[in-house]
């Protein structure tokens, strides 16, 4: 391994001397990944039973719940990961909960 001047990193180099790994690797973000493959519960949305009243998408961990003209979408299940709070904040029952069968 070499440092930023191109020198071989050896036990004489001082740390002072080798490249920040913050300048070598930039921020994740979950986007980039499906992090709802560990799941055990899903949520399931009930259209029928929605007025769009949108309590549910803020208080989502995930922003698993896509609201687009202002009206609320099905849910990102790429990310979601069956927290249930958007099921137990919907005074409508639009949402429904059980154990997922995969």
Not at 14 to 24: D, L
Not at 44 to 72: H, M
Request: aromatic share 10%.
């Amino acid at each position: 391994m070499k440092n930023k001047a191109g020198q071989l990193i050896t036990p004489e180099i001082s740390w002072k001397e080798i490249t920040p790994g913050g300048t070598v690797y930039e921020g994740g973000s979950a986007h980039h990944f499906k992090t709802g493959d560990w799941r055990t519960m899903v949520p399931t949305y009930k259209p029928e039973n929605c007025k769009q009243c949108l309590l549910c998408a803020p208080v989502c961990p995930d922003s698993s719940i896509p609201v687009q003209d202002g009206k609320r979408l099905d849910f990102d299940f790429d990310h979601c990961k069956g927290c249930g709070i958007c099921f137990k904040v919907c005074p409508f029952g639009a949402i429904d909960f059980a154990k997922e069968e995969k």
